[in-house]
């Protein structure tokens, strides 16, 4: 048996307050973190409120967070975080409004997962009575269906903590898995690139890695994002602040072997889109009067005729 030191924030409903409580409970050596909030449960404070079920890594209820990072308490040995006794600090998962104690409300996750119509849209009738769709072509896929919804992309997204209109990385990962499958029309594809290349889409993803890292079954949500953008540029869909972004970002460093800053960013708005243009001023005269204008005189870097043939290279592969 071990020592296990918690420190876990708890919210009461009825106050609407929150706070922090600490327990220590005698555990098995090999025990989960999941194993000891359930036994200061059961033998020390009935009214800590948690939410599990399969206690395998499969079922995705247990997702909170644990020293900051969101992880699946049951999956979380505490000999692995906690080797030396050291204290573990429980939190409910971000993103979400608290229910009780370690408890989230799921509501807007399960809403943004139907946002992005998580079925297959295929052929109706199916041809020669089935949808065959080859092994090969559905490898890809696999990855993403490994996704078990357990919220822990989403309570760590970056950009969901400033904008709540993201759809987030656990649906957009959910929507690749129905782009990326030979059984889906062409019309419904299309629909789907279209649909993410808008305002809290594919484009609205910092790129903060967080997905990657506390997806307890390797889903990499953020890969899946950029081969969402990747495929929906391919598709034509190039008419939205991201994709300008991405076009400009690389037209620069192709032609000066560097970044043009100031070009990226009025070309990222469109340079004939005036009123975006304006809007953009204040920013231009703060970043003006803290020192931080990028030079206006952009210059190739020496060198950079073979970023250019790199650049050629891969357009030509
Ligand atoms: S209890 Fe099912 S995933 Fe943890």
New binding site residues.
């Given amino acids: 048996m071990t020592t296990v030191n918690l420190k876990v924030k708890r919210y009461d409903p009825e106050t609407k307050e929150s706070r922090y409580q600490e327990y220590s409970i005698d555990v098995d050596e090999n025990a989960a973190l ?1 194993d000891a909030i359930i036994a200061v449960r059961e033998y020390q404070d009935p009214t800590l409120a948690v939410r ?11 997702g909170m967070r644990v020293n900051g990072h969101a992880r ?4 979380t040995k505490l000999a692995e975080i906690a080797p030396n006794g050291e204290t573990v600090t429980v939190e409910p998962m971000g993103n979400m409004k608290p229910i009780k104690d370690l408890v989230t409300d799921m509501t807007a996750f399960w809403d943004k997962v139907k946002q992005i119509q998580p079925w297959l849209r295929a052929q109706q009738p199916p041809p020669d009575h089935e949808h065959i769709a080859k092994p090969d072509a559905m490898m890809d896929l696999a990855g993403t269906m490994n996704c ?1 919804m ?1 919220g822990c992309c989403v309570s760590d997204c970056a950009s969901l903590e400033v904008d709540q209109n993201f759809i987030g990385p656990a649906a957009l990962a959910k929507a690749y898995r129905f782009v990326g499958d030979p059984r889906e029309t062409e019309q419904a594809r299309d629909d789907r690139l279209k649909e993410l290349s808008k305002y809290g889409g594919v484009w609205d993803c910092t790129h903060c890695f967080e997905c990657v890292q506390v997806c307890p079954k390797d889903v990499a949500p953020m890969d899946r994002i950029l081969d969402l953008r990747r495929t929906a540029m391919e598709a034509g869909y190039q008419d939205n602040y991201g994709a300008k972004h991405s076009n400009s970002f690389a037209k620069s460093v192709k032609n000066s072997g560097w970044l043009n800053e100031a070009r990226v960013a009025v070309e990222s708005f469109g340079v004939d889109d005036v009123s975006a243009q304006l809007k953009m001023l204040p920013t231009g005269v703060r970043a003006l009067l803290r020192g931080k204008m990028p030079p206006l005189l952009h210059h190739k870097r020496p060198g950079s005729e073979h970023v250019k043939r790199i650049f050629q290279e891969m357009e030509n592969d």
């Fill in positions: 999941l599990c079920s399969c206690r395998s890594a499969i079922c995705g209820s247990c699946l308490a049951c999956k078990i357990c």
